[in-house]
């Protein structure tokens, strides 16, 4: 059985939505609090096929986890048991890298593996320090799976080569086991949310002008927590509110962390209509809503240190962008490459397919706007920020558009949909 999404130009968007809680801390929440000391509940959980790989990867190691609803944990952290079988994380690339770093520490052998996509994601930026670490970890030239075996650890000093949350986390969660202190050195900022979880759960890490040092021995408490909305899922109905005409739409409990919010500081550039208000703090994080409107837009130039704070939101700016009067260009950004699949190669494919005019780079594009897009059949390439832009695309192309392999949006927002039909957007999944 196949699903596509049938995409029909919009009139207009109107309505309040609240956005699914953000995917990088539900993976968090349960990554790390498997290595906490006690009970806690976790509420506004992302239920999606990421966050579902690693909750399970923890219930495989033995971690006692009850679910009240599909969006509430209550989970017990204490010791993990040696899995009997690998450990499939799916296509989560954060749920493997970041359980790799915390295997590494463990007094068992563990195999960490995934789906033929996750296999073709590097892993040797995580090998590589872990092994500096002590840890003995293999992968197949550098890729899933991954063989973990008992080391003792040692801290490092180590600069990151790439801006990598993943990266970060999984260094820190070994470091966690470690002897001695880690100190990792960032050119970049990247998300920080294992750092403000570590820091809420007791452990000993500071940071100062982009160095972080984590002295081991504190141990790590539970804590309930509710989850902010994810920002990288409210990205697409923003987007949409921004292109279609006469819309007009608020979205409520978004996380602001600003290692996320590259996107909304780039569309404001842009001469967006956004009014962005904060109104509070869950799990450590700030919070506020949305309020966004259709928007005559400009294009821009981005790059350095700003690609870290909106990667995951390139795809969706590219359709923005072909909307906005004069040039956008986007360096930088060599990264999306080695995601779920290669975001740059794949949507300006796909766009092109829809009549864009886009000139791809080694680290970016290029693209000129304003562009009218022509609906057509495209396909996914089973990338869930892939398929979710290419339908906003959609809504501003004349007649309809077609987005094969489509159920890949369960991966990190499964009510996308729904979402967006009740904000009115003509959109409806077909099987056949």
């Not at 820091?199 to 309930?224: F, V």
């Not at 927590?225 to 509110?241: E, N, T």
């Not at 990667?311 to 260009?329: C, K, R, S, Y």
């Not at 080695?338 to 300006?348: A, F, G, I, N, Q």
């Amino acid at each position: 059985m196949k699903r596509s999404l049938m995409v029909q130009p919009a009139a207009a968007l109107h309505g309040d939505i609240t956005v699914p809680g953000d995917k990088s801390i539900s993976h968090r929440a349960v990554l790390l609090g498997a290595l906490g000391d006690g009970q806690f509940t976790v509420k506004n959980w992302l239920s999606a096929g990421d966050t579902e790989a690693s909750l399970q990867a923890v219930q495989d190691l033995g971690i006692p986890v009850e679910r009240p609803s599909p969006t509430t944990l209550i989970l017990t952290g204490g010791m993990f048991q040696p899995p009997d079988h690998p450990l499939n994380l799916r296509n989560t690339g954060t749920g493997l890298r970041l359980l790799a770093g915390i295997l590494a520490a463990q007094p068992f052998e563990s195999i960490l593996d995934g789906s033929s996509q996750l296999r073709q994601r590097p892993m040797g930026r995580i090998i590589d320090p872990l092994r500096r670490m002590g840890a003995e970890i293999s992968g197949m030239d550098g890729y899933a799976p991954l063989h973990i075996k008992p080391a003792a650890l040692r801290g490092i000093d180590y600069t990151l080569p790439v801006a990598s949350a993943q990266v970060k986390s999984a260094i820190l969660l070994a470091g966690l086991f470690a002897q001695g202190e880690t100190i990792l050195r960032q050119n970049y900022p990247s998300r920080d949310h294992t750092e403000r979880m570590l820091q809420a759960m007791g452990a000993n890490l500071t940071q100062q002008n982009g160095i972080i040092h984590l002295q081991p021995g504190n141990p790590l408490k539970n804590q309930d927590i509710s989850i902010p909305g994810d920002l990288s899922a409210a990205a697409f109905p923003l987007a949409a509110a921004l292109i279609v005409p006469d819309s007009d739409i608020t979205l409520h409990g978004v996380n602001l962390n600003p290692t996320r919010t590259g996107l909304l500081d780039v569309l404001t550039r842009m001469g967006a209509n956004l009014t962005i208000t904060k109104t509070g703090t869950q799990a450590g994080e700030p919070v506020g809503r949305i309020h966004a409107q259709t928007s005559e837009l400009h294009g821009i130039e981005i790059g350095g240190a700003m690609i870290p704070r909106l990667i995951d939101e390139i795809p969706i700016l590219m359709v923005i962008a072909l909307h906005a009067e004069g040039q956008t260009l986007v360096r930088d950004a060599a990264e999306l490459r080695v995601k779920e699949s290669d975001r740059l190669s794949v949507m300006t494919a796909q766009l092109h397919r829809l009549g864009a005019s886009i000139t791809e780079t080694p680290e970016g594009f290029r693209l000129v706007g304003k562009q009218h897009l022509t609906g057509a059949v495209v396909d996914s390439h089973e990338d869930h920020r892939v398929a979710m832009s290419l339908a906003i695309a959609g809504l501003v192309a004349t007649g309809e558009t077609v987005v094969r392999n489509s159920p890949c949006i369960g991966d990190s927002f499964p009510d996308f949909v729904s979402q967006m039909k009740s904000l009115g957007a003509p959109i409806r999944t077909h099987t056949w």
